[in-house]
């Protein structure tokens, strides 16, 4: 198994959902007031929250990203369940980084952007201890032009091996989110408000 995917289940309810995401840790909401469980399913633009990816990418493809940037410190696993959905669902692509040079690494560990949060505050792609990889395009702007090392990490990306999740229903697994970035392509029209992933994000 890669080490990306630390573990795979087949999960059956909510409850077995929850069970595992607080033997792990401590189970969070996404935002505030939010519930543990979030519901992922692929929404056009203009009918998404405006806080999510598909508020910004609809049902297109979502870029690399880490989830939960937006906290001081970002969750240390992700829990993702295929709930829902049509047969042979677009996969998630999980892309582990591992391989780095020290060139590399020292430009996103220093190179600023301002993350925007519900109080903003300024972070690396790479923690400046280099425990966890943080991550959004969304809401991570540069500093300056000097500090945009986005060419950097896109570079990076295309050095690793991507694994693709072919989900089924009621597949579940479990996510280094510190050290992975994830995306999801583009969905099929049959998709679109259906395919149905379950996440929690565990501190």
């Given at each position: 198994m890669p080490e990306a995917i630390l573990a795979t289940y087949q999960i059956n309810n909510e409850i077995q959902l929850l069970e595992l995401a607080h033997s792990l840790g401590q189970p969070v909401p996404s935002r505030r007031n939010g519930l543990?469980?979030?519901?992922?399913?692929?929404l056009p633009r203009d009918q998404a929250h405006p806080q999510s990816l598909s508020a910004n990418f609809g049902v297109q493809e979502f870029p690399f990203h880490t989830d939960g940037a937006y906290f001081t410190t970002p969750p240390r696993y992700i829990v993702l369940r295929y709930a829902d959905g049509p047969p042979n669902p677009t996969p998630t692509l999980i892309c582990p980084i591992c391989n780095t040079d020290n060139e590399t690494m020292e430009n996103l560990q220093f190179h600023l952007w301002k993350v925007r949060s519900f109080e903003p505050f300024y972070a690396s792609i790479l923690s400046e201890d280099g425990r966890f990889f943080r991550f959004d395009s969304c809401i991570m702007t540069p500093i300056s032009h000097k500090q945009n090392n986005l060419n950097q990490l896109k570079s990076l990306i295309t050095k690793q091996a991507v694994i693709s999740i072919d989900w089924s229903v009621n597949q579940t697994i479990i996510i280094d989110n510190w050290q992975t970035l994830h995306q999801r392509p583009a969905?099929?029209?049959?998709?679109?408000?259906?395919?149905?992933l379950q996440r929690i994000m565990i501190l």
């Open positions: 543990l469980i979030d519901k992922l399913i692929p969905v099929r029209p049959d998709e679109v408000k259906y395919r149905t």
